[in-house]
C-alpha cells in the first residue's frame, strides 16, 4: 500500500533515555514533516525537510535531531528524553505542488516515565 | 504566520442529524485541508480544498478563498464519526508550514 508509516506505534521509556522513531513514505513526495501533537490535542510542526534538506525547524530543542538519508525517509533522534517530551508524534509527507495536500503518518505515542 | 480558528469547539449530535464545521484562517492560502482524527488517533484526510467545492458521500467541503473561511458538512450523522475534526491550512507565505486549527469534538450518540 502506498503511505507514509512510522515505528514504533508505541514508545515507553525511562527520563534520561535516548530514542529514535521511523518515518518512511512511498508516495515519491518531495517534502517530508515531523507533528508534535500535545495532551491538549494540538498539532504543531517541529521539521519541515525537502529533498533531504531542513527547511523549517520550529525552535525545538536541540535534543531533537531529524535526519533524512533519502528524500523517502525522515527520521526523528530524541536525546534525554524528558517528562515533557511526551506526546504524539506524527510523520507527513507532501507533493511540491501540494496538488493532494499532505499525507500522514499514524503517529508514536511516546510516553516518558 | 497564519491563524485557524474552528468552531464550535464541542458538538454533540444524535444519529442521523446534520452539522456544520467551521474554520477560518487569517491570510490567503496555498493548502487547506480538513482531518478526522479517529478514536484511535489516526489523522485521516476528508478534504484537500484550498477552494471550491467539494463532496464525498455524507461529506462535503466548502472553501471561500476570498473571505478566508472552510466550512465542512456532514449528513445524516454515524456513531463512526465521532472523534476530532482538525482544519489546517498553509498560508502563501508560509511554505512548508500546514497550521492546524484547535479542532472540534465531535460526539455522535446512537
Known amino acids: 500500500d502506498t503511505a507514509v508509516s512510522q515505528t514504533p506505534k508505541y514508545l515507553v521509556t525511562q527520563m534520561g533515555n535516548d530514542k529514535s522513531i521511523k518515518c518512511e513514505q512511498n508516495l515519491g513526495h518531495d517534502t517530508m514533516y515531523w507533528y508534535k501533537q500535545d495532551s491538549k490535542k494540538f498539532l504543531k510542526i517541529m521539521f519541515s525537510?525537502?529533498?533531504?534538506?531542513?527547511?523549517i525547524n520550529e525552535t525545538v530543542p536541540n535534543r531533537f535531531s531529524p535526519k533524512s538519508p533519502d528524500k523517502a525517509h525522515l527520521n526523528l533522534h530524541i536525546n534525554s528524553l524528558e517528562l515533557g517530551d511526551s506526546a504524539v508524534y506524527f510523520c507527513?509527507?507532501?507533493?511540491?505542488?501540494?496538488?493532494?495536500?499532505?499525507?500522514f503518518g499514524s503517529g508514536t505515542r511516546l510516553t516518558v516515565v | 504566520g497564519i491563524q485557524v480558528e474552528q468552531s464550535p469547539p464541542d458538538l454533540i449530535l444524535q444519529e442521523g442529524a446534520n452539522s456544520t464545521l467551521r474554520c477560518n484562517f487569517s491570510d490567503s492560502v496555498n493548502n487547506l485541508q480538513w482531518f478526522h482524527q479517529n478514536p484511535w488517533g489516526q489523522l485521516i484526510n476528508l478534504f484537500y480544498i484550498p477552494s471550491g467545492t467539494k463532496q464525498n458521500g455524507r461529506l462535503s467541503a466548502t472553501t471561500v478563498a476570498t473571505e478566508r473561511y472552510s466550512l465542512l458538512y456532514i449528513s445524516s450523522s454515524q456513531t463512526t464519526d465521532s472523534g476530532v475534526y482538525f482544519c489546517a491550512a498553509e498560508g502563501s507565505t508560509s511554505y512548508g508550514k500546514l497550521t492546524f486549527g484547535q479542532g472540534t469534538i465531535l460526539t455522535v450518540h446512537p
Open positions: 507527513a509527507s507532501s507533493p511540491v505542488d501540494r496538488g493532494s495536500g499532505y499525507t
Open positions: 525537510y525537502n529533498n533531504k534538506e531542513l527547511i
